[in-house]
């Protein structure tokens, strides 16, 4: 009878047994090292496991401190912070972790996320130029551009890519953190300036701090994260201001979503900085230097300083064109950025009080009067007859402006009716072939010409004091350069050796010659307060929260210079004999102003431009209790008298008697 089907049975044959057997051991071995593992991590590492989860679930998230306010001299706020929502992206935290072989093609999954994110935020996502430290231009989208320039900085620093948004926005991205890895969504401080334009490159820029600045001494122990000052007082008072950012320990889950608070540091705000800025000057200020470059076209630049001469705080400060600091409250695009460092723009970040560095003209007259009559190379009782031509030898042939006559002349004379001949005649007596040249370069020197006033703003243009070493060195620098580069001329210098008519340039604030508003401001005080070379400050005090004060901003003077009073007295009769008595340079901008003026007109000479207007003046203690001194500076404004003595006439008009008053450009035409 056959066997039924479930009846029948292979044959077990050898081959058929040993595969089953090799079978059989495979997956007892399988088993046995899948026992063991989950045995080794549950029982003998599961302690190990549990401290390690627990470590990587704390976050350590940095508290920002409130930046401190500025303030006026009379208390009246001038910069604060106020409180704001901003996204953040954490690098290391992206769905694959940001390296550097990543920067310019993101994984599909961090550009996903760039998407995700930027769809809630309301951003653009098409790729855009997107310039890269280290790696070049790429283009990619603007988080991911943002991302990347932040990664190339400093790796480990959250990088911001939006602030002020909304708490249904905060919320979204709180409530859905498994959809966004490394996202993060807190409270930021942002700079808020609330007078804008005004004061702006006194004021300054802050921004988050760079790879350059974590490694120097002055940020020791500041976070990657911190906000700090980049320019101006925000810089040079950073250490106050800052203030100490706090730390907080959270739990979170695998996703970074929030669990709970552990510990917290809280922030200490930074401190109040008060200056010694007068608001209603600095708006008369900038008005009126608007007023001078409007009025003389082609101008479109200037600056001006408004201080008192006896202790060198400053009053007013202003540099046209100028920008809105508030701008870089907030990370700024690289089309803004460049609008704002574009010559056709005029360089508006660019601070021309102290950063600019111009010839003087004639207001360096009142310098060389001093080195003249101190070195004894030229007397009081001495006298110089102006012919309009100044004859020096062949081929040092010059002229007054206009080719004036202006007749025999005393030295407070010459200063009243700015004689080029006259000061000519002073530049080559005291010239000297001596490699830091002679008198006049060393009472420019003294008075603070080619060397920083050490004013509290940083980023301070030294200047050029030309001397025979100055033009030596300048001569190799130009050897050097064209060796180097292996070109006919670098146009650093011409060859040629330190002439008398190099001083007699000099002499008269031409040539080489460069120097700031404010060093002419510096300068100037010590001819108004009887020698003292004042150190400029717009800092007054360092408050604490309490109105206690923590510093007094008060410093002494750089030096004091020994000029005989007799000389120093000459010098003022010029000045003020300009200011006010008939055939002064500025007599017709100030007829009929009441208080008593003290000035010098100044038209520097541009090769293939218009010449550049300077004023400098001052109304001096024994004048009046409230004693001022005011440099401007238009430049291709043209003549001294018609655009920089207006301006300053309107600064005066504002401090004595509340108003700016009338425009009064003058008519003379004197260099």
């Not at 932040?150 to 953190?177: H, N």
């Not at 301006?647 to 008053?661: D, E, P, V, Y």
Request: proline content about 7%; overall charge negative; hydrophobic content about 40%.
């Amino acid at each position: 009878m056959p066997r039924l089907p479930e009846e029948r049975v292979p044959n077990l044959t050898p081959r058929l047994a040993l595969r089953i057997a090799l079978f059989g051991s495979f997956a007892l071995a399988l088993f046995s090292i899948l026992f063991f593992r989950l045995w080794f991590l549950q029982v003998l590492s599961g302690e190990q496991y549990l401290k390690a989860a627990s470590v990587n679930y704390v976050r350590s998230i940095d508290i920002p401190a409130r930046r401190g306010n500025i303030v006026d001299r009379s208390g009246n706020l001038l910069v604060d912070s106020r409180s704001a929502i901003a996204v953040q992206i954490s690098p290391p935290d992206l769905p694959v972790p940001m390296q550097t072989s990543l920067l310019a093609h993101p994984p599909r999954a961090d550009a996903a996320l760039y998407d995700h994110l930027a769809g809630v935020l309301g951003m653009p996502t098409n790729p855009g130029r997107c310039p890269i430290d280290g790696v070049g231009v790429v283009h990619l989208s603007p988080i991911g551009c943002a991302v990347a320039q932040g990664y190339a900085q400093l790796p480990y620093q959250d990088v911001t890519v939006k602030t002020d948004v909304s708490k249904y926005v905060q919320y979204f991205i709180q409530e859905r953190q498994d959809r966004f890895p490394g996202v993060t969504v807190g409270q930021v401080w942002l700079r808020r300036y609330p007078l804008g334009t005004l004061a702006a490159q006194l004021f300054g820029t802050v921004g988050r701090i760079t790879a350059p600045e974590v490694h120097e001494a002055r940020y020791r122990g500041v976070s990657e994260n911190a906000t700090v000052g980049q320019s101006g007082l925000e810089w040079y008072y950073d250490r106050y201001l800052r203030g100490a950012d706090g730390a907080a320990r959270v739990q979170v889950d695998a996703l970074g979503g929030f669990q709970g608070d552990l510990s917290e540091i809280k922030p200490v705000a930074g401190h109040t900085l008060k200056l010694s800025l007068d608001v209603p000057l600095q708006h008369a200020g900038q008005d009126a230097l608007q007023q001078a470059i409007d009025a003389n076209p082609p101008s479109t630049a200037g600056a001006f300083v408004a201080m008192n001469p006896d202790n060198g705080e400053i009053y007013a400060m202003g540099s046209l064109p100028t920008f809105d600091p508030n701008i870089f409250a907030k990370p700024v695009s690289e089309s803004t950025y460049k609008q704002l460092n574009n010559p056709a723009n005029g360089f508006p970040l660019f601070n021309r009080a102290i950063q600019s560095a111009y010839p003087t003209g004639s207001t360096f007259k009142a310098i060389t009067a001093t080195a003249a009559l101190q070195s004894g190379d030229w007397s009081l009782g001495d006298v110089y007859d102006d012919t309009g031509t100044y004859n020096n030898g062949p081929g040092d042939i010059r002229h007054n402006a206009g080719g004036a006559a202006d007749g025999v002349l005393t030295l407070s004379e010459a200063i009243r009716y700015s004689s080029d001949d006259f000061f000519y005649n002073l530049g080559a007596r005291t010239n000297s072939e001596a490699p830091q040249g002679g008198p006049l370069q060393q009472w420019a020197h003294l008075y603070g010409i080619g060397r920083p006033t050490g004013v509290d703003l940083g980023g301070e243009n030294a200047g050029i004091l030309p001397s025979p070493a100055w033009r030596a060195n300048r001569d190799k620098l130009e050897l050097e350069c064209e060796h180097k580069r292996h070109v006919p001329s670098c146009g650093i210098a011409d060859g040629r050796q330190w002439s008398v008519g190099d001083n007699e340039n000099l002499a008269v604030g031409q040539g080489d010659l460069e120097a700031t508003p404010l060093q002419l401001a510096t300068a100037y005080s010590a001819v108004a307060n009887g020698g003292k070379v004042v150190r400029p400050h717009v800092g007054l005090e360092v408050d604490q929260a309490d109105g206690t004060v923590l510093r007094l901003i008060d410093p002494p003077p750089a030096r004091v210079l020994h000029i005989d009073p007799e000389n120093l007295a000459t010098i003022r009769l010029g000045l003020r004999e300009a200011a006010s008595a008939p055939g002064g340079t500025s007599a017709d901008v100030f007829s009929d102003f009441p208080e008593m003026v003290y000035g010098k007109t100044g038209t520097a000479q541009h090769l293939n431009q218009a010449d550049q207007s300077w004023y400098v003046c001052f109304v001096p203690d024994w004048a009046t209790n409230e004693p001022i001194l005011v440099a401007v500076t238009v430049e291709q404004g043209g003549f001294g008298a018609l655009a920089a003595a207006p301006a300053a006439r309107q600064i005066l008009s504002q401090w004595f008697f509340g108003n700016r008053g009338k425009y009064v450009p003058g008519a003379s035409k004197t260099l």
